[in-house]
């Protein structure tokens, strides 16, 4: 099969050797300032090419396996996030989205089918699809992005009297107008409960996908879904969290939720901005395909929240240092997330509050609170019993920290890329370079009561301190964390990520770290940007740390991807998956594994 790339400079196709290459039909005067010689990258790192990937390959190709890539990572591995960040409007003017985080969504897929008699080497088919198509179209016919985004700088050239039009022009709602008119692609979901099928399923391939997947779903901090093919990846939905139940009708929510990896019930949080900020915390029940509300908090103030915890009785949402200016009211003038977001108040701290999962009558049975912090990611959440109080419970929650917010500015495009000199301002060496540094963390919250206690009718006022058990070294801990799965609410000791030592401007290797030793293992190569990995475990296996981390990684020096495959014990190199092509940097991904004996194993949210 052929293997795909753009051919940026003549807007059609060529051939080299068994490779054809298709075109997007970008502009030449968009090219990646990477590809231009004489052009100096940061510590000889570059990454500029994975920022402006732009590629659509809808046909699937075959990919060069070299190594191996073992037989119970079979399945389907999803990844999604922006491609590129710059195009070109009807009128010549570029369109350039400034924060990562508002990059043109693209989706891929790798399909890793395992060895055969005839094929003794497991092989991987690829194929990727833009899922933002209107929306492209519409920005180059307007000529600017005129969408509510995660940070992108309003023009200084607009005028007062236009930005206050664009305050009070109404956006679409979640779910509707075309599938592929609104940039969602943060996490991916796969057979979420209680979602309903899209108006158009009749016509694409749902529930036939190899691995039995029903519905996939491309998801943001935002409170919508956008429905995707899982074989071809053309989008072909839309939905918000008010099909799950009515009153899910706030704006935000977490991209992160959690399953649960016995039941697969999964858990989130609306957040209904006003007056007075509402979250729900909620649950979509597996068995029934019904949802919940569990808790209605409304006396904690509104914030950026991109994930929350939970354990086998327990969800807590904790409310860190990322609260919203006006209750949030500001971002309608802002008309994007990052501009409303606070700078840090020492004076208000955490505030963790943890909500009885087994029923609808508890809601939240307990309260504490921290000094403040930043964060993105959750890693897990486990109980245990309490070591001071007999028949107590304390909850224990890791997590990947900042000092503050001021880290999302430094997701700016402009800060990111190898050859621009904004990324010097973050390196390791600066201030802001120290603060947008993560820190994994430990917290424990103490002596929860036990779920036979008598539940009193109004929550106590009073509120408990959630005790900080360790933080490990900058230069140890990761981002973009995960654990094995089968431990997802038990007690873990190996947390897996992305590094950012400083070795680029970016993402320059992946580690794991041992919560007991508190050391972590890298592994990292020169001009080699890795992914978010995704754990896949050995069914076979009897250590915790026994399974594969699947991850895409940039070849900077080359300008391609290729599907890292690594050995979860010793992160060493096992086998890969080679690109004549590139992923952008994207954000998360999902691992569904290919059907075993008639059923399929889905991944989890988390």
């Not at 990919?63 to 990572?73: C, R, W």
């Not at 001009?527 to 026994?546: K, L, R």
Request: charged share 20%; glycine share 8%; net charge neutral.
């Amino acid at each position: 099969m052929a293997a795909v790339l753009p051919n940026y400079a003549t807007g059609g196709t060529a051939d080299i050797g068994d490779y054809k290459l298709e075109s997007t039909s970008t502009s030449q005067a968009i090219r990646d300032s990477s590809s231009r010689k004489g052009v100096n990258h940061y510590k000889d790192w570059p990454n500029d090419s994975g920022f402006q990937a732009d590629q659509d390959q809808r046909t699937p190709v075959q990919l060069k396996v070299t190594g191996d890539i073992p037989a119970y990572a079979a399945g389907t591995l999803y990844r999604t996030g922006p491609g590129a960040y710059k195009t070109e409007a009807n009128n010549g003017k570029i369109i350039v989205a400034s924060h990562w985080f508002d990059g043109f969504t693209t989706v891929h897929r790798f399909q890793i089918m395992p060895p055969t008699d005839s094929n003794p080497l497991s092989r991987v088919l690829y194929n990727s699809r833009r899922t933002v198509d209107e929306l492209i179209e519409k920005m180059k016919k307007t000529g600017n992005m005129e969408s509510f985004t995660f940070g992108q700088k309003r023009d200084p050239c607009q005028s007062l009297f236009q930005k206050i039009m664009a305050t009070f022009t109404p956006s679409p709602d979640a779910d509707s107008g075309p599938p592929d008119g609104h940039n969602i692609g943060v996490t991916m979901s796969v057979n979420l409960p209680g979602l309903p099928l899209p108006a158009s399923h009749s016509n694409h391939s749902r529930g036939a996908s190899a691995s039995g997947i029903t519905t996939l779903i491309n998801k943001t901090d935002a409170n919508r879904f956008q429905y995707l093919d899982p074989d071809t990846l053309e989008p072909i939905g839309l939905a918000s969290q008010k099909v799950l139940h009515p009153e899910l009708k706030g704006v935000l929510a977490a991209a992160h939720a959690k399953t649960d990896p016995k039941t697969g019930d999964v858990f989130n949080y609306n957040l209904d901005i006003g007056s007075k900020s509402t979250y729900r915390v909620f649950r979509a029940s597996a068995s029934t395909q019904k949802t919940s509300i569990l808790a209605t908090i409304t006396d904690a103030p509104a914030a950026y929240l991109h994930s929350l915890f939970l354990t086998s009785n327990y969800v807590i949402l904790c409310v860190w240092g990322s609260l919203y200016s006006l209750g949030g009211a500001k971002m309608l003038y802002t008309h994007n997330v990052l501009d409303a977001i606070s700078p840090l108040d020492p004076s208000k701290p955490c505030r963790w509050y943890v909500i009885d999962r087994s029923t609808t009558e508890k809601g939240v049975v307990a309260t504490y609170t921290s000094p403040t912090f930043f964060s993105f990611h959750t890693i897990n959440a486990y109980e245990e019993e309490s070591s001071t109080s007999p028949g107590k419970t304390d909850i224990v929650a890791d997590l990947t920290c900042y000092d503050d917010p001021s880290v999302l500015k430094r997701f700016y495009y402009d800060n990111l890329m190898s050859s621009s000199p904004g990324a010097l301002e973050y390196n390791t060496d600066t201030s802001k370079g120290k603060a947008a540094r993560p820190w994994l963390a430990r917290y424990r919250l103490s002596n929860i009561p036990s779920q036979t206690d008598t539940y009193p009718a109004k929550r106590s006022t009073k509120e408990r301190e959630a005790i900080r058990d360790f933080v490990a070294p900058r230069d140890q801990s990761v981002e973009l964390p995960l654990i094995n799965p089968c431990f997802v609410t038990k007690p873990h000791r190996y947390i897996y990520g992305v590094t950012d030592r400083g070795n680029s401007t970016f993402f320059d290797g992946l580690a794991k770290f041992d919560v007991q030793t508190q050391n972590a293992v890298f592994w990292s190569e020169q001009g080699q940007s890795a992914g978010e990995p995704i754990f896949v475990p050995n069914p076979n296996g009897t250590q915790e740390d026994d399974g594969v981390l699947l991850s895409v990684v940039l070849d900077g020096f080359r300008e391609k991807s290729y599907l890292l495959c690594l050995d979860t014990r010793n992160m060493k190199v096992m086998g890969r998956a080679d690109m004549e092509g590139r992923v952008g940097f994207g954000f998360h991904g999902i691992h569904v594994r290919a059907k075993v004996e008639g059923r399929s194993v889905s991944a989890l949210d988390v």
